[in-house]
C-alpha cells in the first residue's frame, strides 16, 4: 500500500519561501507515476499547483510557476515543493498525491500552511 | 485554463435517495475527467477516472458518465457514508483543474 506523508513548517511569513516535503512509503518514485502537488485554501476547492516524474521532468500551474520549483530525491524516496515570495493568499492545505498518470489514486494526508507575519 | 462548474453547489438529499452532480467543461475534455469525494478534515478519494472508470474498491453504486464537455456523477441508493463534498477534475489540458465541489448534504 502506498502512502504519501507531507512534512514542513506550518507557519511562513509574508515574502519568505514555502518549503514542503513528501515522503513516498510503500511504492518507488522511480515508479511509471507522476508526483503531484495540490492545494486547498481553507473552506474552498482544490487547486493543481504542479507534478514532477522522477527523471525531473516537471509540469507547473502557470499562475505559479515563477514561484515555483518541484524537485524529486530518488535516494530518499520523496519529492519537493518551494514557493518564493508568499503571500496570505498561499495559505491552504497542501496535498501531495501520486498520478496514475493524470488523476490521484494515493494522497498525502495534507499539511496546513499558513502565510503570517 | 479550462473552467470546470459543478451544480448543484449544494445538494440535499436523504439515505436511498439517487442523486446526479453534474460538471461542465468550458471546452471540450474528451473523456479526461475524474470525481473525488472528499470528507472533511481528510484528502481527496478518487472514484471515477476516464469519465466512466471505476477505481479499484469504490462501490459500484458510484457511476461517471458523460464526454465532451459534460458529465455526471450518479449515486445510486445514498449511503450514510456518501454524505460528502464532491469534486470533477479534468486533466484533458495543463494546468489540470477542479470543479467548485458540491457539497451532499443530509436532508
Known amino acids: 500500500q502506498v502512502q504519501l506523508q507531507e512534512s514542513g513548517p506550518g507557519l511562513v511569513k509574508p515574502s519568505g519561501t514555502l518549503s514542503l516535503t513528501c515522503a513516498v512509503s510503500?511504492?518507488?518514485?522511480?515508479?511509471?507515476?507522476?508526483w503531484i502537488w495540490v492545494r486547498q485554501p481553507p473552506g474552498k476547492g482544490l487547486e493543481w499547483i504542479g507534478e514532477?516524474?522522477?527523471?525531473?521532468?516537471?509540469n507547473y500551474n502557470p499562475s505559479l510557476k515563477s514561484r515555483l520549483t518541484i524537485s524529486v530525491d530518488m535516494s530518499k524516496n520523496q519529492f519537493s515543493l518551494k514557493l518564493s515570495s508568499v503571500t496570505a493568499a498561499d495559505t491552504a492545505v497542501y496535498y501531495c498525491?501520486?498520478?496514475?498518470?493524470?488523476?490521484?489514486?494515493?494522497w498525502g494526508q495534507g499539511t496546513l500552511v499558513t502565510v503570517s507575519p | 485554463d479550462i473552467q470546470m462548474t459543478q451544480s448543484p453547489s449544494t445538494l440535499s438529499a436523504s439515505v436511498g435517495d439517487r442523486v446526479t452532480i453534474t460538471c461542465r467543461a468550458s471546452?471540450?475534455?474528451?473523456?479526461?475527467l475524474a470525481w473525488y469525494q472528499q470528507k472533511p478534515g481528510k484528502a481527496p478519494n478518487l472514484l471515477i477516472y476516464?469519465?466512466?472508470s471505476l477505481e479499484s474498491g469504490v462501490p459500484p453504486r458510484f457511476s461517471g458518465s458523460g464526454s465532451g464537455t459534460e458529465f455526471t456523477l450518479t449515486i445510486n441508493s445514498l449511503q450514510p457514508d456518501d454524505f460528502a463534498t464532491y469534486f470533477c477534475?479534468?486533466?484533458?489540458?495543463?494546468?489540470?483543474?477542479f470543479g467548485q465541489g458540491t457539497n451532499l448534504e443530509i436532508k
Open positions: 498525491a501520486r498520478g496514475q498518470p493524470y488523476y490521484y489514486d494515493y
Open positions: 510503500g511504492g518507488s518514485i522511480s515508479s511509471n507515476n507522476w
Open positions: 514532477i516524474y522522477h527523471s525531473g521532468s516537471t
Open positions: 471546452q471540450s475534455i474528451s473523456s479526461w
Open positions: 476516464k469519465a466512466s
Open positions: 477534475q479534468q486533466y484533458n489540458n495543463f494546468p489540470y483543474t
